[in-house]
């Protein structure tokens, strides 16, 4: 796997570039996606090299090979993080309007902060108090929902009115499962990180990583690098997001509010039915 810094051109537009993302994301059978904050946002994808050529015709976003430094290889040994779990696995529900993910808000300020500090102090060094990790391994979860959208059939309940066309049209959709984490040097810092994940959708464990050991062997490393399984029992919960969903965490804020033009839509942010 090859390590790339996502570019996001000038006159980005978060609807069309999402549709552009989402189309390369179904083509990508596993990938690691890092965001974290040091002098600016950093966006990161690790991934195999057949995929970069896949980026060749976006005009909103590039990619630019990028080599961790030894300050970025940091993350890799936080001292917490928290394992987020998406409540339901099967990624429903859907909104009409989507929101800006806030984390991205979250490291900017830590950007800024820190940009700040060192202005006023040459000594300061620059840290990275927070950071985000997504580990996407493309599986196909299309049981569950269906079992979901028969519940509703058999019931005759207004969801299954309102949104069954809706719910047929997520089990197409290209499925991954996901480890998603967020690990910080702080509680604090971890926990305003946290507050970028909606109650009403994600759930999490705040656990210590294991510093007795090298990197390879401690626990947020080997989170971050092994790939997300299915669990034996199909009624845990356990996290399994579309491409659209994992691209409405990839993306930064727009400067308006994310609507869909299309209809609904599922996205992991947003304003719940």
């Known amino acids: 796997m090859n390590t790339y810094q996502i570019i996001f051109q000038q006159g980005y537009e978060f609807i069309t570039a999402s549709k552009m993302l989402e ?3 179904q083509r990508i059978q596993e990938f690691i996606f890092i965001l974290y904050a040091k002098d600016k946002v950093y966006s990161i994808i690790i991934m195999d090299d057949r995929y970069k050529d896949l980026f060749n015709n976006n005009m909103h976003i590039t990619l630019q090979e990028f ?3 030894k300050e970025d290889n940091m993350i890799f040994s936080f001292p917490i993080y928290a394992r987020l779990r998406f409540k339901q696995h099967y990624a429903i529900p859907f909104c009409l309007q989507a929101e800006p993910f806030p984390l991205y808000k979250v490291l900017a300020d830590y ?4 940009n700040s500090n060192n202005n006023n102090n040459n000594n300061t060094t620059t840290t990275i108090p927070l950071a985000f990790f997504m580990h996407a391994y493309q599986r196909n979860e299309r049981s569950s929902i269906a079992s ?10 207004s969801i299954y009115y ?3 066309d809706h719910i047929r049209a997520k089990l197409q959709l290209t499925h991954y499962h996901t480890t998603l984490l967020l690990a910080s040097n ?14 009403s959708y994600f759930t999490y464990s705040i656990n210590s990583n294991n510093h007795r050991h090298e990197l390879k062997k401690q626990r947020l490393y080997k989170h971050i690098f092994s790939k997300p399984k299915k669990p034996w029992l199909n009624n845990q919960r356990y996290t399994v997001l579309s491409h659209i969903e994992l691209v409405s965490l990839m993306l930064p804020d727009s400067l308006m509010l994310r609507l869909t033009v299309d209809g609904i839509r599922p996205y992991t942010t947003g304003v719940m039915l």
Do not use: C, N, P, V
């Open 148 to 157: 979901y959208l028969r519940k509703h059939d058999m019931r005759r309940t």
């Open 23 to 25: 189309l390369i994301m």
């Open 162 to 164: 309102a949104y069954g």
């Open 111 to 114: 950007a800024y902060s820190s």
């Open 186 to 199: 702080s509680k604090q810092a971890l926990m305003k990180g946290l507050s970028a994940f909606k109650a």
């Open 67 to 69: 080599e961790l430094s």
